[in-house]
DNA sequence: TACGTATTATCTGCATAATGATAATATTCC
DNA sequence: GGAATATTATCATTATGCAGATAATACGTA
């Protein structure tokens, strides 16, 4: 009999349930979700991008992160501008709001990694980064050299 | 800096969401989605629960596993009966047709989990099952002995 | 036993998110 | 100019969790 209890994707599922709800929890105060948190962190690296790049960056779907984008823009974190060659495309910024939030939010989310990764020792964490890594496959594109 | 490429929350959701997409694939031919496939198999164990024990057993809202199980009513592979002495509450069991799939469909979940495991060992397999248990958090609540 | 209260089972509505499909518009390439 | 491509928006389906509504059951106390 199927073992659903457990399998791989069952107990990914339900690991990730719950990290999103220790993060959420965390972040809540600040009225933000965890992918809300996950782009605004890449913003915090680099803005200026282009919705195209961020969504590639972030591995999120380029459905998914307009409407991402949308509720950050309506909470006054980040806002679109034109892009100055192409007028198909936005560039994302961050706003000085979406800026200032740096360091509270980072100190949240420590605390959600503490949290989450209570029971797992320090060695077990790095190998446990290292094993989702490999899961989480290759993102990399290996482009074929053209003779 | 905040190094979100690196958070175990990160991580997870990207571990999480290849190891859907691929269990989407091998299911896709017979119309079902993963959280469908997992509580077909919480029925192929047992069925004739209620939805709420139902939702205990596969960690789901109360509010998720109705939908789900409209879908799966639907779809023809299982059906609500009224409780014999609740007049409240359904029973959740299995059609026939819903008891044909599960040979089937554990042959897609197997061929899941090679695949997602790709580039892990049988031993570090198992050691991820068994962080991914700890992270998951504790199921089972410690009654306080009453004196 | 009977009444009021608390609890339980389910449903509905709302917000967020992920993904795929399609459409609108702009750009690039031939 | 026209075809192919790129960027974004919009819509549909599914999933998840929370809060509130409804109906039925269980319980405590008079």
């Known amino acids: ?38 782009l605004l962190s890449f913003l915090w690296q680099q803005d200026g991008l282009t919705q195209v790049e961020l969504s590639e960056k972030g591995q999120i779907d380029r459905s998914t992160i307009g409407g991402l984008i949308d509720r950050l823009e ?10 100055p060659q192409d007028r198909r495309a936005y560039l994302i910024f961050l706003t ?17 990694l503490k949290r989450i990764t209570t029971g797992l020792s ?10 989702l890594n490999i899961l989480r496959g290759e993102r990399r594109v290996y482009e074929i050299p053209s003779c």
Chains 1, 2 share one sequence.
């Open 1 to 38: 009999m199927y073992d659903i209890e457990n399998s791989i994707g069952f107990l990914l599922a339900k690991a990730y349930q719950r990290a999103w709800a220790i993060m959420k929890e965390e972040i809540e105060p600040y009225d933000l979700t965890p992918p809300q948190f996950a």
């Open 74 to 83: 309506r909470s006054g974190l980040l806002e679109r501008r034109q892009h």
């Open 122 to 131: 320090d060695d077990e964490i790095t190998e446990f980064r290292r094993m």
């Open 96 to 112: 000085e709001q979406g800026k200032a939030m740096e360091e509270t939010l980072s100190a949240c989310a420590e605390r959600s």
